[in-house]
């Protein structure tokens, strides 16, 4: 990771931000989360902009260019589960090749670049991040006849009505401040028929807001990860339903990982190799030392560290998160935009 800053230390140093304003918007990001729930949903475009600011290079360098999590059969490889959690929605949607779908929330492209080839559909992304949305284009170059990025909020589309197939969601709209106003905005740019599939950061009903443990997990984890709050699973079916949608089927997937390969089981530490030691405990605290380091002989930019410490508690509370059972990163729905919508 230090060397991923000397690298581009002549330039930008992390997101679109330069050196000098990393510690600031650090600093910015940690004070959105001393305030209220409203307080973070009236501002959640800072804190979606300053999160993936400070955190997309860290996720590339540890987590590669699909940022989710995956329900882990025994036997399969983290990469392979990665990609058939991805193929699942595809395979549910029935996207085929020269349908149009809307990836929800894009992230750096990496989903869609893995379906796009797949299916042969073509994809419109849309990311509210513009140092995302750079790294998208750059990802899905080889696919520019397939892939087109738009810099703009999920939660106000700049597309007319009717214009898509289907739509995917990965674990994207856990930043959205309504869940309602987001669905109902992805069902308007449906046509008639149109499905919309996705993952959602959920607690579960073995939360309870009353112990003290389950609230701690549950504010790591928004801060750790961007989110202005976190729904429970019953609020996903009841939202999609209000904004209109006709709701197919919804259960979490996280029970149908092998015990032995639960979803947390990349950030516990338990698969060693090379690709997946910046993922586990140890590879997180060396980096966390490395850049502390870098910071005091001014090799990486003031507020580096703070960052990583950051995201290292946030992935702390989703192993116990998982581990106990009150939270999933994989509530799945299908969803179905009616062939005659009402209004």
């Not at 990469?79 to 990836?103: I, P, Y």
């Not at 073995?206 to 997990?217: F, G, S, W």
């Not at 950030?267 to 966390?288: K, V």
Request: hydrophobic share 35%; aromatic share 10%.
């Amino acid at each position: 990771m230090t060397r991923l800053f000397a690298r581009r230390s002549s330039g930008r140093s992390v997101g679109h931000l330069d050196p000098e304003e990393i510690k600031p918007a650090v600093e910015d990001y940690s004070g959105l989360f001393d305030g209220s729930l409203e307080q973070r949903k009236d501002r959640y475009h800072a804190v979606v902009n300053h999160y993936y600011n400070l955190a997309t290079d860290f996720y590339e360098f540890g987590w590669g260019r699909s940022f989710h999590f995956a329900p882990r059969r025994r036997g399969e490889s983290f990469n392979e589960s990665m990609l058939r959690h991805e193929h699942f929605l595809a395979k549910q949607l029935t996207v085929t090749s020269g349908m149009q779908v809307l990836d929800v929330g894009c992230g750096v492209g990496g989903p869609m670049a893995n379906l796009a080839r797949r299916t042969g559909a073509n994809f419109v992304g849309i990311n509210l991040n513009a140092y995302q949305i750079d790294r998208a284009k750059h990802h899905t170059r080889d696919l520019q006849s397939q892939c087109r990025f738009i810099h703009g909020d999920y939660m106000d589309i700049p597309e007319a009505d009717d214009q898509f197939d289907a739509a995917i969601n990965i674990e994207a709209t856990p930043h959205a401040p309504d869940k309602t106003a987001v669905f109902r905005e992805i069902f308007r740019v449906l046509r008639p028929g149109g499905e919309f599939a996705g993952y959602e950061w959920c607690l579960t009903d073995l939360y309870d807001p009353e112990n003290a443990d389950h609230v701690r997990i549950k504010q790591d984890v928004m801060k750790g990860n961007g989110l202005p709050d976190i729904a429970h699973t019953s609020e996903i079916s009841s939202a999609l339903v209000a904004a209109g949608f006709e709701v197919v089927e919804a259960r979490d997937l996280a029970p149908e990982s092998d015990p032995e390969t639960p979803w947390y089981r990349p950030l516990q530490g338990r698969d060693l190799s090379l690709a997946s030691l910046p993922r586990t405990p140890i590879g997180r605290a060396l980096t966390n030392m490395s850049l502390r380091v870098g910071e005091k002989l001014r090799i990486v930019p003031e507020g580096a560290r703070e960052i990583s410490s950051v995201l290292n508690a946030g992935a702390d509370a989703l192993v116990e998160g998982g581990e106990a059972g009150v939270f999933t990163p994989m509530f799945y729905y299908l969803a179905r935009k009616p062939e005659q919508s009402e209004g």
